[in-house]
């Protein structure tokens, strides 16, 4: 086995993500008073929980380097970012453009994730969802957002 | 005795039939169903992408409705599985073995049959179960100080890892991620800010919806894509839906065995639905006089393990609402539910909301009942539902998580959090890390801290108090023999038996 394999494998990969981590963790709790024993403060526990979670972290990561788990199976990009995208569409745009734009652009981006969506199936669906959750959301639940938002000339 | 729980119980029937109530659990079976069914959404992901639906509601309204849910999710991903041999959720993953085999043979209609008659059974007793034994475990946990419950909730992590799948210090590593996030926020005590990045979002917390939401439906999305493979449904028309006599007198011994099991094994923490439906397969096929034709379509592999996981999932309601601990993610949701509805969970819960108590044990059953009564007849509608491919699907999926997320505190942060902890949850997946532990944790962790501060305040900072207490002492004592147990190999090679058995 050579050194990249070793990188690659699933458990030194999660131990070092364990103790990273941990090590955040630990460094955020060091701002936090600890306290004492008997009365604890804000980072007491923090802290020792998350020295505990490097411990096991490097446990997980030893045991990889020495026996390793297999190596971790390729990761598809397309669906990952095409589902991160769309989310991040509709959390930064739902404001501004209104719910159904928003809605119709993120089914739009979503579809794109998928090897087996076809265009114009993907626009009808687009169009139906964003028509679905404007009756749904906004008529009868009364979430608040605009249909056509600020930027698009709604309100 | 009789007479209380006769009494207990006409407060519940009154709760539970009332017009709104009936409806809720009507709603939530349906609903539950509906999105159970669909391929590709366990239970976790339907009660989350549901669980904004419920937050308008009364807290009983909303509980029983979760309930409905959550059963409903269930039978519905038994339906997938037998169907399509594609099982949305760890419990079902056995009844997929024969029931798929069963509906190749043109007996899809017994093998449903057969899982809403074993679900309706164990429902029933299970629920018995609960009413009987709820109360008197509450009224012992009354008695709990705080170093009690610290070692309550550390015998319950540690048991639920115990008995879940994979790697021990993977899902410890887990729980302690989840335990440090679910400190994050403004510390109750002094007010300092924890882990929040200086975000002002954050300083109530990470939301717990957007990490359920992320971890468990979007990951899951996420995951799908990476094959995409046509499944095949069964074209076949659904008939004779209803079991032979001979069928039926097949099925009574496995069903009345899987509820035992699954009544027993749901009450332990992380026990639940998946570990029976997996022991009692083992089981039926240890007992069975002709086991070679279990994986070919055997009756008792579907009633067996379709009773078991019902009852599991049944009485893995006792130690939520009596202790206010999760056994397994579908109880940390409940917990999460009702902390939105503004009820702390505990053994107060039964003598200050007796008819929240009462009503949600009578609806369960009522949820059971109605879960046969719309099912068989419905059976043609969902068998269209699994048609729908998905790639038209998961679309609507990420958009409902996204509106359901964004609708608990009118956030967009949230709808960006649901995303981080969508990739995280998906590569810790990769990595072969069990999500449910960080769930736990996460739910857990908040009441962990608030027990220790005060068991440590009450023994004036000597940790001894743990042990010097005889019940703590006990409950401790039982977690290391857990962690020991598991980690002995004799047993540990039983326990990755008991998941590879199917």
């Known amino acids: ?155 | 005795m009789t007479f209380d729980l006769l009494a207990n119980l006409s407060v519940g029937f009154s709760a539970a039939f009332s017009l709104d109530n009936l409806f809720y659990c009507f709603a939530g079976v349906l609903l539950g169903t509906l999105i159970g069914v669909l391929p590709g959404i366990g239970t976790v992901a339907t009660i989350a992408m549901l669980l904004p639906v419920t937050f308008g509601l009364p807290p009983v309204g909303a509980l029983i409705m979760l309930s409905g849910i959550y059963y409903g999710a269930q039978y519905g991903g038994s339906t997938t599985a037998i169907l399509i041999n594609l099982p949305g959720e760890s419990s079902s993953v056995v009844t997929a073995v024969d029931g798929y085999q069963m509906a190749r043979n043109g007996r899809a209609g017994v093998a449903l049959a057969t899982a809403a008659i074993g679900s309706f059974f164990a429902g029933t007793v299970a629920t018995l179960l609960l009413a009987l034994f709820a109360p008197p475990l509450a009224a012992v946990a009354l008695t709990f100080g705080p170093a009690e419950y610290t070692s309550l909730m550390a015998l319950g992590l540690v048991a639920s890892i115990a008995l879940a799948s994979g790697s021990l210090l993977k899902a410890f590593a887990m729980m302690f991620v989840g335990l440090l996030l679910g400190l994050g926020g403004q510390d109750i005590y002094t007010g300092a800010q924890r882990f929040t990045l200086g975000l002002v979002e954050l300083i109530d917390g990470y939301e717990f919806i957007a990490i359920v939401m992320g971890m468990f439906g979007i990951a899951e999305v996420i995951r799908n894509l990476e094959d995409e493979s046509s499944r095949s449904v069964l074209s076949t028309k659904i008939r004779n839906l209803f079991p032979s006599r001979a069928d039926l007198r097949e099925m009574a011994a496995p069903v009345v065995r899987g509820t035992a099991l699954g009544s027993i094994l749901g009450i332990l923490p992380g026990g639940g639905a998946m570990l029976s439906s997996f022991a009692s397969y083992a089981l039926e096929k240890k007992v069975s006089r002709q086991p070679e034709t279990f994986g070919k379509g055997a009756l008792a592999g579907v009633a067996g393990p379709e009773s078991a996981n019902n009852a599991g999932a049944q009485t893995s309601f006792i130690p939520m609402l009596t202790l206010g601990i999760p056994s397994n993610p579908v109880m940390a949701l409940m917990i999460g539910a009702l902390i939105i509805q503004g009820i702390t969970p505990g053994p107060n819960v039964v003598t200050e909301q007796p008819v929240l108590f009462w009503g949600l044990i009578v609806s369960m059953w009522l949820g059971n009942l109605m879960l046969v009564v719309l099912n068989l007849p419905l059976v043609g509608i969902w068998v269209k539902l699994l048609s729908v491919p998905y790639h038209y699907l998961f679309p609507a999926i990420v958009v409902f998580c996204a509106v359901g997320v964004f609708s608990v505190n009118n956030a967009s942060f949230d709808v960006t959090l649901m995303a981080i902890f969508a990739v995280v949850g998906y590569v810790l997946v990769k990595l072969d890390c069990e999500p449910a532990p960080l769930l736990l944790g996460f739910v857990v962790g908040p009441m962990l801290e608030e027990n220790i501060r005060r068991a440590m305040l009450v023994s004036r900072g000597d940790p001894m108090i743990f042990v010097e207490r005889p019940i703590s002492a006990v409950l401790l004592v039982l977690a290391a023999a857990a962690i020991i147990a598991v980690a002995l190999p004799a047993i540990r090679k039983g326990r990755e038996q008991a998941f590879k058995e199917a």
């Open chain 1, 1 to 155: 086995m050579n050194g990249w394999s070793r990188l690659s494998d699933k458990d030194v990969l999660s131990g070092a993500i364990f103790a990273g981590v941990g090590v955040w963790f630990t460094a955020q709790s060091m701002n936090l008073s600890m306290g004492t024993t008997r009365s604890m403060g804000p980072g007491y526990l923090p802290m020792l929980l998350s020295v505990v979670l490097i411990a096991f972290g490097l446990a997980v990561l030893v045991r990889g380097l020495l026996r390793g788990a297999g190596p971790i199976t390729a990761v598809p990009l397309r669906g990952l970012v095409a589902v991160v995208a769309a989310l991040l569409i509709f959390a930064f745009c739902t404001r501004g453009a209104g719910l159904v734009p928003t809605v119709f652009a993120m089914v739009l981006v979503t579809c794109l994730g998928s090897r087996r969506a076809r265009p114009v199936p993907s626009v009808i669906l687009a169009a139906a969802l964003a028509l679905f959750c404007m009756v749904a959301f906004i008529w009868g639940l009364g979430l608040p957002l605009s249909v056509i938002g600020p930027w698009l000339g709604g309100y």
